[in-house]
């Protein structure tokens, strides 16, 4: 079955409300999407959202790049060979990973739909449903207290809060959290490579009453070695995130006594589902854990990192809310939310539809 059309388009999207991170504030969030068409009418879904500052890609240069002749030269080719079409394009684009993440899992989708199985079903889905963390901007306490109660109230329990610009607000803000919803509310923290190693040691001293499920990328990348300071048990809880790119740093981190105990898989970090499950494999040996992110995306990404996350064994940890902050979608579907809980629909392909 022979693709018959590509079509790129980019928009941008406002969110609900802004919200803050150690790194810079946000309104809105541009979104290049991709369509590929097969000749019986069958339509495959991606999209591209990457983070400029931590892989140097917008998603300006991901629409130029899906418009480009590299990925046009698609048109005409098997879709039974989307694995083969997927390598091909890597080598064009080794640098653009959310530009991959686009193609990658457009045909991914395409080749599922035809197939008529779910895209988790191509390779076997061993995990699920888990529950989603959803996240609390860096604000203050007060607001953060009335945020996680919000959440809270409408069947969450798995709260991720953005710390790493004031250490001082940051450990106030986690301990207020604590008393006031207890066991309540199951924390993880993200600094975002906001600290050094003597603000984290303090951190985690001042902090230590605190219950943390997940300690993401606290220093920031190339001070990895530094965390070697702290205690087993910590290091556990550490998650790799802006450290983790592709493979190849997998398996530096993977290697020998691992620093971190968790690395965050981003298909905008990596480059879509097959470079994806690259990573899962390569962190599987070590017995290091799968904590499955994302940036502010639409629900094919999303749906689409959830197949690759239920298809991996070692999968522990969701951080899949990107979609939630979006004011507006162009698609609908993909996951079913109870309590948290995210639940493939079992579709075929991501299981998205135009909304």
């Known amino acids: 079955m022979n693709i018959l059309d590509i079509r790129p388009s980019l928009r941008s999207i406002p969110l609900k409300k802004p919200y803050a991170i150690a790194g810079g504030d946000f309104d809105h969030v541009d979104l290049a999407f991709l369509e590929i068409e097969l000749e019986n009418g069958i339509i495959g879904y991606g999209s591209g959202s990457p983070a400029a500052e931590v892989v140097g890609e917008t998603a300006e ?67 699920g449903p888990l529950p989603t963390s959803v996240t609390i901007g860096v604000m203050g306490v007060q607001e953060t207290l009335a945020e996680a109660e919000a ?10 809060v953005k710390l790493g610009r004031d250490p001082e607000e940051d450990i106030e803000r986690m301990i207020r959290l604590h008393e006031r919803f207890g066991h309540r509310a199951i924390l993880r923290v993200d600094m975002n490579q906001g600290y050094d190693i003597r603000s984290f040691q303090t951190f985690l001293r001042r902090t230590v009453s605190v219950p943390m499920e997940v300690i993401e990328q606290p220093l920031p990348t190339g001070s990895e070695e530094d965390l070697r300071a702290l205690p087993s048990d910590v290091r556990h809880l550490l998650a790799a995130d802006e450290s983790l790119k592709d493979v190849d740093a997998a398996k530096a981190l993977s290697s020998g006594d691992p620093v971190f105990g968790i690395i965050n898989i981003k298909l905008m970090k990596c480059g879509g589902i097959m470079a994806a499950r690259e990573i899962a494999k390569v962190a599987a040996p070590s017995g290091i854990r799968l904590f499955w992110g994302c940036n502010d995306e639409s629900v094919v990404s999303i749906a689409a990192a959830l197949h690759v996350a239920y298809s991996c064994p070692n999968t522990e940890f969701l951080d899949l809310d990107g979609s939630f902050d979006l004011a507006e979608d162009l698609f609908r579907g993909g996951f079913v939310l109870r309590d948290g809980l995210m639940h493939l629909v079992g579709n075929a392909g991501l299981g998205v539809d135009k909304s």
């Open 61 to 127: 240069m991901t629409f130029e790049n899906l418009c480009s002749g590299d990925v046009m030269m698609l048109k005409g080719c098997d879709i039974r060979e989307y694995d083969a079409l997927i390598r091909k394009l890597r080598e064009r684009f080794p640098d653009r990973p959310g530009t991959m993440a686009a193609v990658d899992i457009a045909l991914h989708d395409a080749f599922a739909r035809w197939r008529g199985v779910p895209v988790a079903a191509l390779f076997g889905a061993c995990s």
């Open 151 to 160: 959440y809270l109230s409408t069947g969450f329990r798995h709260l991720k």
